[in-house]
């Protein structure tokens, strides 16, 4: 039988997330998206709760819960502000790669620092210049030097690049793929473009200079040819979390349009009860439920250790297609007042469109689908 209900477990976490969101993120969206910058104490006040820790093992200081119950959590934390959010999950993003390809040492090293939360920050890095979605074209080097490697190059378009305390790095050595685990201070580091972004404000967006910047060897995940395996183990993991966080936009803009509709009156009667509007509504809600049903189908598959590439992609595609289609639906509902900073339905939308590009765009979603429809795999995927 397949059950579609969450454990109690996964209830109280979904619960805990959501009044953290209510909490802490909702009343200040607003302020920290015109910012453009998120605030200095929300690390340590989402460590409090147990959000920076809980895909970290136990046995490291965190929860230790599974890739359904993540995604129950990023939807929740993505319904509060998706900027934010995506603060606190890209600190998340080299957990899966530490896990997997990470030396005991090196988890040890890194795992309780980032499940601990005290004000360090992660990201992973594999964006450059000339080389987005095509993984492959990746040109930044990391050249042997005894017991180091000599990294040079340049990532742009990092969550939290710039600023977080370790990046997993991808760089060529010669004709392979290798990652590198890069700490802020490695001499030949330096900070690059800090970019304004159209939404996800909230969330720094920068890059990372690295001028012959000298990384220890046993920083190296894994071998040096493992690079577009550690890669494609990663996008199978994130996508179906970046796909939460896009449900949870979606779900914030289809609640608030609907009480919207409720209440306003047009011609003598609340608006919902034209069909122009419940129709519109009507989309809306199927649409949430079955992105974040694909959702749950994709991280059901990372936990159960298969293939969740294909499903991945689904998940993906489909929930930041929902989110722009809902939050511009979501903007007409509300006419004149949707498209004014009043209400925040004008941000939604502008986070949603994110959601569309990031993480492998949803062009290169579908790409991957046909790769896999023709018998392959999408091993050139990347992200955008």
């Known amino acids: 039988m397949i059950s ?11 619960r805990l997330a959501h009044e953290f969101a209510e909490r802490e993120l909702r009343p200040v969206a607003a302020e920290w998206d015109e910012r453009e910058a998120y605030p200095p104490d929300l690390l340590a006040k989402a460590a409090q709760a147990g959000l920076t820790a809980y895909a970290i093992p136990a046995e490291y200081g965190g929860g230790g819960v599974d890739a359904v119950t993540s995604a129950l959590i990023a939807e929740e934390l993505s319904w509060g502000c998706a900027g ?53 074209a990746i040109s930044a080097e990391a050249k042997r030097d005894g017991d180091e490697y000599v990294l040079t190059g340049e990532k742009v378009y990092i969550t939290n690049g710039g600023i977080a305390d370790v990046t997993v790095v991808f760089a060529k050595t ?46 190296r995940l894994g071998d040096e040819g493992q690079g577009f395996e550690v890669a494609l183990d990663f996008f199978q993991a994130s996508r179906p979390q970046v796909a939460a966080g896009a449900v949870g936009v979606a779900r914030a803009a289809f609640e608030y349009a609907t009480a919207y509709a409720r209440e ?79 209400h925040p339905v004008e941000k939604w939308m502008r986070d949603a469109k994110v959601f569309q590009v990031v993480e492998g765009t949803s062009e290169i979603q579908r790409h991957i689908v046909a790769t896999y429809l023709r018998g392959g795999h999408g091993d050139r995927q990347g992200r955008g």
């Open 264 to 342: 306003r009156e047009a011609f003598g009667r609340p608006i919902l009860s034209r069909q122009g509007v419940g129709f519109k509504l009507a989309d809306m809600a199927m649409l949430v439920e079955a992105a974040r049903l694909l959702v749950w189908r994709a991280a059901s598959a990372v936990d159960a250790g298969d293939d969740a590439g294909l499903l991945g992609s689904y998940a993906k595609a489909f929930a930041a297609d929902a989110a722009m289609r809902i939050t511009t639906d979501a903007v007409q509902v509300l006419g004149g007042a949707g498209i004014m900073r009043d």
């Open 84 to 136: 934010l959010a995506s603060t606190l999950q890209a600190t998340m993003f080299p957990v899966r790669p530490l896990l997997r390809f990470g030396t005991k040492a090196q988890r040890a090293r890194y795992l309780p620092l980032l499940a601990r939360g005290e004000g360090t920050l992660a990201a992973i890095a594999f964006t450059e210049p000339h080389a987005g979605s095509d993984v492959g």
């Open 174 to 219: 010669g004709d392979e793929l290798a990652a590198f685990l890069v700490e802020r201070g490695d001499p030949g580091v330096a900070a690059g473009r800090v970019e304004r972004k159209l939404g996800l404000r909230a969330s720094q967006t920068g890059s990372v200079l690295l001028d012959s910047a000298r990384v220890p060897a046993d920083r």
């Open 4 to 14: 579609f209900e969450p454990t109690a477990e996964q209830r109280d976490l979904q």
